[in-house]
């Protein structure tokens, strides 16, 4: 198997550092690829950056229109959030819509991403719960599906219950193939992740960012879905995100997000393009580095999106006195 190119480089001082690995396709719905580099072919766990994918489940199960989701709701699905206040209130309502409450959700609890909500906690001495996980907007719509099917909520992280054979099925709609058992591991909030081309994962994007080669419910969900997390954007990460500030920028023209161990996907949907990427060795900088310059040379940003586009495309490495000791730019 060959390397994959190095895309990324981190100096320090004059000198280079580090180099960073990955690959990154950008496509069409019927897969015509517009720009690649390195092995697209090559199967990688898509972690948070396919939520989008996973909460089209609320379609197919008919959760959606039981409940009357908002879009508020479902950009919270699609959402790593930083544990600020507004997320925590907006998952809470989210589980109280369906008539569930935080101890249904099977996520665990990690403290907020967020340093200031971080803070808060400790300066109230409280500990983190299940609400300030990241993932747990994800998993309220994952309850929804179950409230939906009339099946038991328990254990709805395992890869055989009827939530992950929905969201399962949902994924492999969009992106066109199968997700094998044999490429299947646990994330980090307990739910299956499956691995699959970084091709079909932009070609899926593409879809859902034009309908082109899906059912018509699935297409006019999906939709739906990108608009909510594009209107909402503090929703799906938070204050000072590279998703957050690049979906406020492009006013709904972009949808992305973000998934741990180097992952980006997302979609130029005004020009009905999928985008997916992986940095090999799981650098999260470094994979936020090369989306911000994918997306400045495909994405026709103007000049407030280039400026912002621009903070994150070579990103300044400072120490612990914040003295500027180097950078993460484009190799």
Known sequence: MDANPILIEQTRGNFVENRHRGAFVLSDAEGNVIAAAGDISRPVFPRSAIKSMQALAMVTSGAINRFGLSDEELALACASHHGEDVHVEGVTHFLGHIGLAAGDLECGAHQPSNGKAREALRAHGLEPSQLHNNCSGKHSGMLS???????????????????????????????????????????????????????????????????????????????????????????????????????????????????????????????????????????????????????????????????????????????????????????
């Open 145 to 331: 599906v179950a409230r939906a099917l009339g099946v038991d909520t328990h254990d709805y992280v395992t890869r055989g219950h009827p939530v992950q054979v929905a969201v399962r099925k949902a994924v492999e709609t969009v992106i066109g193939e199968p997700l094998s058992e044999d490429r299947c591991g646990t994330d980090g909030c307990s739910i299956p992740t499956w691995a699959a081309p970084l091709s079909a994962f932009a070609r899926g994007f593409a879809r859902m960012a034009t309908g082109i080669g899906l059912p018509e419910d699935i297409g006019g969900a999906a939709s739906r879905i990108f608009d909510a997390a594009t209107t909402h954007p503090l929703l799906v990460a938070g204050s000072g995100h590279l998703d957050t500030l690049v979906m406020e920028a492009f006013g709904g023209r972009v949808m992305q997000k973000g998934g741990a161990e180097g992952v980006q996907c997302g979609a130029i949907r005004d020009k009905g393009w999928g985008y997916a990427l992986k940095i090999d060795d799981g650098n999260m900088l470094a994979s936020q580095t090369l989306v911000a310059n994918l997306l400045l040379r495909f994405a026709d940003p103007d000049a407030g999106q280039r400026a912002v586009l621009e903070k994150f495309a070579r990103q300044l490495v400072r120490n612990v006195r914040g003295f500027e000791v180097g950078e993460m730019r484009a190799a």
